[in-house]
């Protein structure tokens, strides 16, 4: 539960955890907290990494994504993901790392930091394409350091194209938004423009 659902481990210490447990089978010992910690989470961790070397060591070819994000306490984030096909002809997608990169985000670093993550699992000769953001560092990541062909996320070119559009409707949309907030802070108004929608659908109906 801790790794497959993200419970916390303090879920182990829970009084209303702990009988549900012991109604299930009165004859199980729940692990403590450290134990989870120390113990139970590590070795499941190395379970999954080997059965992923095993699988990526099959692989042909190989195509990541990789994308850098901060947390509300500035914490930088740097997660990669690996997509190809099975033996089976099924597509699969995996996720090889997630980590703290708290390195400069320079596209020598970050080039730097994929090929750290992905080494233990296949050589960087498998790569085939790398998906990323538009950000210039993590174009140069890809295309003059690490020397592999990028494409750029059609997500966040989407959004770009999206938001380059709402400018040109920004002075409208800004009228929008503050007849929003007064019928929002003012209940007489809101009550007042209730009363006159009901009033232009009778007019409607007639």
């Excluded at 120390?38 to 990789?66: D, F, G, R, W």
Aim: aromatic share 6%; charged share 25%; glycine share 2%.
């Amino acid at each position: 539960m801790v790794y497959k659902d993200l419970q916390p481990i303090s879920i182990v210490e829970n009084e209303g955890f702990r009988e549900y447990s012991k109604a299930l089978n009165p004859t199980y010992s729940l692990p403590s907290r450290k134990t989870v910690s120390k113990s139970l989470l590590p070795a499941a961790y190395e379970e999954k990494k080997n059965s992923l070397k095993n699988v990526l060591s099959a692989v042909q070819n190989i195509c990541l994504t990789v994308d850098c994000w901060s947390n509300q306490k500035a914490e930088s984030y740097m997660a990669v993901t690996g997509h190809f096909i099975d033996e089976h002809m099924q597509r699969k997608t995996v996720l090889i790392d997630c980590s703290i990169f708290d390195e400069r985000h320079s596209a020598k670093n970050i080039a730097e930091n994929i090929i750290h993550i992905c080494q233990p699992y296949f050589p960087m000769e498998k790569v085939s394409l790398i998906v990323t953001d538009n950000a210039k560092n993590m174009i140069n990541a890809v295309d003059s350091e690490l020397k592999l062909k990028h494409l750029g996320c059609i997500a966040h070119s989407l959004n770009l194209a999206v938001t380059n559009s709402l400018n040109e409707v920004n002075d409208l949309l800004t009228k929008i938004r503050d007849i929003v907030i007064v019928y929002r802070r003012s209940n007489i108004a809101a009550k007042n423009l209730r009363k006159y929608l009901c009033s232009s659908e009778e007019r409607e109906k007639t």
